[in-house]
């Protein structure tokens, strides 16, 4: 190892407590150190900060980091300077003094990382001092904000062009979560990246345990859920501001603290929920997908899609928000036809070129939703990324579907549909089969035809389901622009009528379906149990006579250890992940403390 290596593990230990590099973090720093420029591509919580934080740490100057979101930098300096790292921001947010200071202390040597935005980078002040003071390594963070096809284009960004010109000499690395290849190449070639390393990870994130499941029932579904993750964070994401307020109000009935976030609320009160969602007051944030971008909160356990997302790069972004601390994770995705058609009818109703694709990505999300195969394979393979293995981590793995033969099911469905002459939607489908007497199937005179009443081995729950595995396998369709009646296909008529089979997924098995224990393969055990309770309160304790946010102090993942390791002496609690020197000084001893009186309390009972 050279000698520059053997600097940044002991920095990495130092600092932040860690005992290892996760994939390619080492392989990054070296090719910093090499004096390379790098363009870097690692999912949301993989540990991409850590890449020039290191470097900006083990070396003589100061690294600017450059970042889109002045509420993410305000976080990031406060989990840095809580680890004894000499670092600021500088940004429109400060006072005049405020910035002349942070101006002096970058000038005078005394920071080794400086946060700032893109606009002020490009001011000839700024510039000035840059010329002036030290840098060893300019990081861009979301850099796929610089081009303009990503999905996050700001024009600001453009500016940072001059970089290499005017620094030919300081590496440049650019990181981001989200980049194609266009992207990626549009990235290099805008900030002029000299020969650039590029570094792709893995976009897995094995923490988070991914579940889909039908939506009914879902206020029930999700109370019971919360009520079994008591005091873990999590989001639930609406697709309409009401539904956020009425779920939120509906929680809050059940005991539960929860409240809503929308683009409708005036911007105080936004920042106060997400004030009291950071520092754990609100255990649960009913939203739109405004809310997360601006939070690095890392103790989000759960994220819940109320609905269904509208393509999977969205999905998987906003899923991407729990767990980043690495500690078990879990996604819940609740899934609807309804939500299809809605969003459908969004899309059509304001027609562009891209409709199409629109359309069609949300018809691969509404298959992830529902196919019965492994959920890690299938979205690591939307995104090019190819796996064999089933991940044992997901619903579909812990309970493989059983596949039973359906034809005869099948053949029910499909000549009520032709009974029906194609005029009824998958609702109606649904009632004739189970024979009910609704005002509308009668008037329809639906209860006369043969297939009335034929369907009742099954409940209505499984015969939504089953209908929807026939649309999935192309046996029905559904005439988006006709009420979404239910059409007969090629396929449907060889069902009908020369003896074609269908195999289907039991439907009681996807009801059955148990919510299965997160585990996370890690080197170190970890639990959650009467003594983690307990140190999660004495972090919260601690957080607020601090005003900083729980996670700041420590994360889930060190107090799971601590609670499993039992720590009782510095050394030991110093082994704990996320022990770095200062926090050792700064909470070891409370911590230890704790941890002894809770176990003479234990050793008495
Ligand atoms: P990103 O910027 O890629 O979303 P972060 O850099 O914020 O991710 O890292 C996510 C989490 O992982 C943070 O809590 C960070 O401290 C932690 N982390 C990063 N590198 C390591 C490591 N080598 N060992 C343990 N934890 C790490
Ligand atoms: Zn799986």
Not at 161 to 169: D, E, G, N, V, Y
Not at 361 to 385: G, Q, S, V
Not at 386 to 392: I, K, L, Q
Not at 440 to 469: P, S
């Amino acid at each position: 190892m050279g000698e520059l290596l053997q600097k940044s593990r002991e920095a990495l230990q130092r600092y932040f407590g860690y005992k290892e590099f996760r994939p390619l973090q080492a392989e990054v720093i070296q090719s910093i150190y090499d004096g390379k420029d790098v363009l870097l591509l690692m999912p949301t919580g993989g540990g991409k900060s850590i890449c020039y934080q290191i470097p900006a740490l083990t070396r003589a100057g100061c690294c600017i980091v450059v970042s889109p979101l002045i509420s993410l930098m305000k976080d990031q300096v406060e989990g840095l300077v809580a680890n004894g790292v000499r670092a600021a921001f500088l940004n429109s947010s400060l006072s005049h003094g405020e910035q002349q200071k942070v101006g002096n202390d970058l000038y005078n040597g005394r920071l080794d990382l400086l946060y700032t935005s893109p606009e002020k980078m490009c001011s000839q002040e700024f510039y000035n001092l840059l010329k002036a003071a030290k840098i060893n390594l300019f990081a861009i963070d979301e850099a796929h904000c610089i081009s303009s096809w990503g999905h996050d284009f700001r024009p600001e960004y453009r500016k940072l062009t001059f970089l290499k010109k005017s620094f030919p000499q300081v590496p440049v690395i650019a990181v981001t979560a989200t980049a194609d290849k266009l992207t990626r190449m549009d990235i290099a070639r805008q900030l002029h990246l000299d020969e650039p390393e590029v570094f792709v990870a893995s976009f897995d994130r094995p923490n988070i345990f991914l579940e889909a499941r039908p939506g009914r029932k879902k206020f029930e579904q999700i109370r019971d859920f919360v009520r079994r993750r008591p005091g873990q964070p999590g989001i639930i994401y609406c697709l309409a501001k009401k539904t956020t307020e009425s779920l939120a109000a509906k929680l809050q009935e059940a005991g539960i603290v929860a409240d809503s976030y929308h683009a409708g609320h005036d911007s105080l009160r936004r920042s106060s929920v997400q004030e009291d969602f950071i520092s754990d007051r609100t255990q649960v944030i009913c939203a739109t997908i405004a809310f997360g971008m601006g939070i690095d909160k890392s103790n989000v356990r759960w994220v819940i899609h109320y609905n269904l997302p509208k393509n999977i790069e969205s999905y998987y972004q906003e899923i991407g928000r729990c767990g980043r601390d690495g500690a078990a994770a879990h996604a819940l995705l609740f899934h609807s036809f309804s939500d299809v058609m809605t969003m459908r009818s969004f899309i059509s109703s304001e027609p562009s070129e891209n409709s199409q694709v629109y359309l069609t990505k949300l018809d691969r999300m509404y298959e992830y939703a529902t196919a019965a195969i492994c959920r890690r394979k299938m979205l690591l393979n939307y995104f090019n990324e190819a796996r064999e293995e089933d991940c044992g981590h997901c619903d579909v793995c812990k309970n493989p579907p059983e596949y039973i033969d359906g034809t005869v099911t099948a053949q029910k469905a499909l000549s009520a549909v032709a009974r029906c002459r194609e005029q009824i939607g998958s609702g109606m489908l649904v009632d004739i089969l189970r024979g009910s007497k609704g005002y509308q199937l009668v008037n329809a005179g639906y209860d006369k035809i043969k297939t009335w009443g034929a369907g009742r081995e099954h409940n209505q729950e499984a015969w939504f389901q089953y209908i929807n595995q026939l649309i999935l396998q192309g046996l029905l369709e559904v005439a988006y622009d006709d009420h979404n009646k239910l059409r007969l296909t090629p396929a449907a008529k060889e069902v009908l009528f020369t003896g074609r089979k269908v195999k289907l997924v039991k439907a009681e098995v996807l009801k059955k379906r148990q919510e299965a224990k997160a585990q996370v393969k890690t080197k170190r055990e970890r639990v959650r149990d009467d003594l983690f309770e307990h140190l999660r309160q004495l972090r919260l304790q601690i957080s607020r006579e601090k005003g900083v946010p729980p996670y700041i102090i420590f994360s889930d993942a060190s107090l799971e250890e601590m609670a499993a390791m039992r720590p009782t002496t510095e050394a030991d609690f110093a082994n704990i992940n996320g022990v770095g020197e200062l926090k050792l000084r700064e909470f070891g001893q409370t911590f230890i403390t704790a941890i002894q009186e809770y176990l003479e309390e234990e050793s008495r009972k």
